[in-house]
């Protein structure tokens, strides 16, 4: 926790600090009104065969109130065996009642609601006929025709079963949406939202009118170019038909689902989220249709932060990766249009079931916050009555961050952590300079890798689609180097103006330059509105080459003639340059750069309103990687710098100096792992002096003071229960102190099978002659969390990377500490035992439970993994 270390060094230097007490209302925290519940973490919450009931509702959202969490979203979907009396279908009158009651104790509690439009995914179910239902296209007799996919709604809850709709298809949409007309609409308590989830409809690429809409669109009848559209050699006419077929599926898709059941969801007095991803459609502009466009980090980053674990078991090959260019579609599309909130379905399988620890979350969110995401959605927690035994009732592919979870008592200070960065980055607006051209139409040209024979951008494996791309390899230079980017689409080009600052988007936002990658093929509307923005001043930056060819087969040659007329025009313009290197050409062009971003910093630049003339620039910035650990560094904004520390609640101003360049620089401590808000306002800076320079590089070197003395262990609760005093519980192993911290699992065959809480007890003395204001404790290898006492008071918790407290010297005494570490471990070295001995635990209708693999699950075969406080711990003066 560097930002408590460097405010006792900031105090010596004579600068003030500030700590933002956590009992002060929200509004103390930003000077603005109180949170709202979009601050808090909101999660997804699964009703398991809609088999809930009033009381347990309340008790349940209370629970979530009390942790911190700002509102659920309700998906119902397959029940448990054995409750089948209580299961309640789906829109049912008693259904509708427990949803009422769901919303209005919500309000009550000051947390929002927001609902699935169906059960599982896709949208679906027993009023889908064979007319409305998915199709896909088949050969009869040399004509393109359609057939059912028959594809069934995945994980459908009681009342929610059959085919899943046409989303090509507006007519087959409204005709499923009549549904919740006749039934949820007439409810006066009403979800903030309806939700969509990703497009998974396997294999669908065709609708029943798809030919007479091809033809209207593209200007040519599709069965003509039959040929082409069915070859697969990649000659120069079937890329250009299979971008026609393509951009015609992209736009019945935007046209036939996504803005009517905007507009629909709009009537009816609800906003929607929308996860666009895995359409075969441009995501920015499936995005940009909903109020609040919602991305996903599926699986494990692999972040390189020393100490960081994750999953072995995790398939990447299969799975993928979470990727920021991926999130940064919804986030652009927001950014263009003005959308305050950006979610995302946050943590799919993070780890496996009971291995998943808050000091993995964090970094992920951390990621999120980076790409632009305001409004996290835990995935999640299952509806479990109160009543059931342990683990309670699961959902297969999530991490449970429920009541029975391993870190539930420990979950308030992520939502806390959570809650003090979403608050601030909901109340400011993006401040990016670059805006990168998606060109589509190049992907459409390529090979198409999912069922169907079509393009789906999913955010799982963006290495068969987006990073092999020229736009994708450009944004990842983009992001190391230090340049905040947004994208826009075709569409959405056409929508901006020009300004004296550079180009402007329908919500105000400006960006200074319009980079384009290095592109084969653009509508010529496109290049059109380009030539128009660059006579009007707009910069615009070609990689390498300008766009050689018009997209589609419709009269190609006469569009191309045009695409290469216009080239020739932009090329005379002073505010167009092709660049063979784009980034010595923004350099050029003044663009600015956060340099430091490339010593493997992440970051997102927000602006944020103070009420004057001027704004504050913004910066949220995080350790991803494991290069970074203090420097200074440049900022492109200038003025009075002050850091915030979400994590502490603490904040500072920041040393500040005269560059050899004569820019101002700031120093920078932050550990891999750690994250900060850096706020720069208006105003004179207060320079650091020589000898202040010095003290800040001497601190960083001062040597840690190991703690040596041998630790007791003692069990405090724990799964299986300890129900006999501490001086009667079995032989665990632990009743010769340690003289090495090692994992407990190591010192009997019984401990292996433990999940709960140690408390290691040591004592230490103060070395002679070492003068500091602080302490840095620094506990080394936590599994998993630790929370620490230092003679007899309460320090604080250890919960993320790295584990350190601060402590202040007088706390301490210079000889007779006493230190206590209690730590807590997993739910997986107990989960081998129960699964043992309860396997009847695993009773889920459709997919049950599975492991990572998605095989059936199995803990009995499980190695116990590390638990306790493995160390080194270690203290650190901050001299004075």
Known sequence: ???????????????????????????????????PSTARPWTYWWWMGNAVNEADITHQLEQFAQAGIGGVHIIPIYGVKGYENQFIPFLTDRWLAVFAHTVREGKRLNMGVDLTTGTGWPFGGPGVSTDMAAKQWVLEKGKLTATLTKQQVKRPAPGGQGLVIDYFSKQALEQYLRRFDSTLAHLPEKPRSVYNDSYEVYGANWTDNFLTEFRTRRGYDLNSQLAAFLDTTQTAISQLVHQDYHQTLAELLLDGFAKPWANWAHKAGYKTRNQAHGSPGNLIDLYAAADIPETESFGSSRFPIPGLRVDANYEVDRFGTPNPLAMKFASSAAHLLGKPLVSSETGTWLANHFQVSLSQVKPQVDELFASGVNHVFYHGIPYSPPAETWPGWLFYASTNYGPTSHFWPHLPLLNQYIERCQTRLQISKPDNDVLVYFPIHDLWATPAKSAGGIHQLEVHHVERWLLPQPFGRLCEQLGEQGYAFDYVSDALLNSLTASQHGVRSPSGATYQIILVPRVTYIPETSLRQLAKLAQQGVRIVFDGQLPQQAAGFHNH????????????????????VVSPNVFETMKRLNIRVESWAAEGLSFIRKRQSNGHSTDTTQYFITNLSDRFHQNWLTLSATGQVIRYNPLTNQQEPMPIRKGENGQNEVFLQLEPGESCFINVHSGTPVYIDVAGQQRLVSQSTTPAIPLQNPWQVQFERARPALARPAKEQPDLGLAAPMSNLVSWTTRSDSAGYFSGTARYTTTFDLPNGVTASRYVLDLGDVREVADVRLNGQPVGTAWCLPFRLSIPANRLKASGNQLDVAVTNLSANYMRLYDRQHPDWKKFYDINIVDIRYKPFDATTWDALPSGLLGPVTLTPEVR
Request: no cysteine; glycine share 8%.
């Open 557 to 576: 040659l006469a569009r191309s003639a045009k695409v290469h007329q216009l080239g020739k025009m932009l090329q005379k313009l002073h505010s167009v």
């Open 1 to 35: 926790m560097r930002s408590i270390f460097f405010a006792g060094l900031l105090l010596a230097l004579g600068l003030n600090t500030l700590t933002i007490s956590s009992a002060q209302p929200r509004s103390a925290l930003t000077g603005q009104q109180p949170a």
